[in-house]
């Protein structure tokens, strides 16, 4: 999924301003034209005043209800983290009330239409569409914070991570500076940031292979530190993409770094239950393997081998 594109939602004097606006230039348009009375012709320049502004107002705010991801369809690992992040429930609430303003300007809309087509008097067309327009200004008044509140939580989604879900995923873990990324780019295409110092990711970078003329998807994840309890957002999404979308985990091991708190780690990596392919980076940095690491895969083509041949055995 990718929220990326996701449109923006616009404060309600926007969506106010560019229906009035349409609406005066379809006023204009029949203005231009003749008609065989003042009465018709304030009529028709109304009514198309009127059904210009309600189907503007309609479009926009319809368009952000179905925009808007739905968390009851959303993969499992976009479901936890928009739990972690967003109200989902009042998010909910809201689009259910922007749905239900669209529906009530369209109602209105068939109401005046109605009266306008009754009155008889020239003087009572331009009150019935004050009326109108006020009581379209108050609705979507009333959309205000729901409007402000559904901009909030499309910038943080879209800061979601694009993964692909259904392609079986790989995601490497390890100690920050221990080599992650380094492995992300020699095994797929994926470009990521590489800094000789911890911390460097900061956002899951994602790149794929390919094996057996299928997409192969590997997440980089940000260094985590043995600390569940203490996580940070993108610490979290590294744990859910671990624990929802990984069918195998790259543990990479450094062997320059502090081996039992990386130990300590990847026993906290063990209890989500998942396959774990033990890497060792930096091999041509040391001179002897040391004896804890000695049955780890060193060489990123021998991983990516290890991998087929896991999922050739699903
Ligand atoms: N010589 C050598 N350097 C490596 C190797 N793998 C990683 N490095 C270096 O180690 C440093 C950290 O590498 P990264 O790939 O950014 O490490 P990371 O685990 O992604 O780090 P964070 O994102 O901060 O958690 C960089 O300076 C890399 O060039 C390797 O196999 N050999
Ligand atoms: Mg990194």
């Given at each position: 999924m990718n929220f990326q594109n996701l449109a923006v939602v616009e404060r309600y004097t926007k969506y106010l301003e560019a229906a009035v606006g349409k609406g005066d230039k379809a006023a204009s348009l029949i203005r231009a034209k003749s008609f065989r009375d003042r009465l018709t012709k304030s009529k028709e320049i109304e009514k198309s005043r009127m059904k210009k502004i309600m189907e503007y107002l309609r479009h926009a705010l319809l368009n952000i209800v179905t925009c808007f991801p739905s968390y009851d369809s959303m993969p499992i690992f976009y479901k936890r983290l928009m739990e972690e992040t967003i109200d989902k429930d009042v998010i909910k609430q809201y689009l259910s009330m922007v749905d239900w303003s669209a529906k009530k300007i369209t109602e209105l809309h068939g109401d005046v239409r109605k009266k306008i087509q009754r009155e008889?008097?020239?003087?009572?067309i331009s009150t019935l569409r004050r009326s109108f327009v006020g009581r379209i200004n108050s609705i979507m008044k009333k959309l205000d914070k729901q409007l402000v509140f559904l901009e909030k939580a499309r910038k943080i989604m879209r800061k979601y991570p694009a993964v692909k879900t259904g392609l079986f995923t790989i995601c490497i873990a390890g100690?920050?500076?221990?080599?992650k990324s380094t492995l992300l780019s020699k095994i797929t295409t994926a470009k990521p940031e590489i800094k000789?110092?911890?911390?460097?990711?900061k956002i899951l970078n994602i790149g794929y292979f390919e094996h057996k003329h299928q997409k192969v998807q590997v997440i980089d994840t940000p260094g985590t530190l043995n600390r569940p309890e203490k996580m940070n957002m993108i610490e979290k999404q590294a744990y859910l993409a671990m624990k929802y979308l990984s069918d195998l985990i790259v543990f990479v091991f450094d062997p320059i770094d502090d081996l039992k708190k990386q130990e300590k780690l990847l026993e906290k990596i063990r209890e989500y239950d998942k396959e774990i392919i033990v890497y060792m980076s930096?091999?041509?940095?040391?001179d002897e393997v040391p004896g804890k690491l000695s049955?780890?895969?060193?060489d990123a083509n021998a991983l990516v081998n290890s991998v087929k041949q896991n999922i050739d055995s699903l």
């Open positions: 008889q008097e020239v003087s009572k100690f920050p500076n221990a080599g000789a110092y911890a911390f460097t990711t930096k091999a041509d940095m040391i049955s780890c895969l060193a």
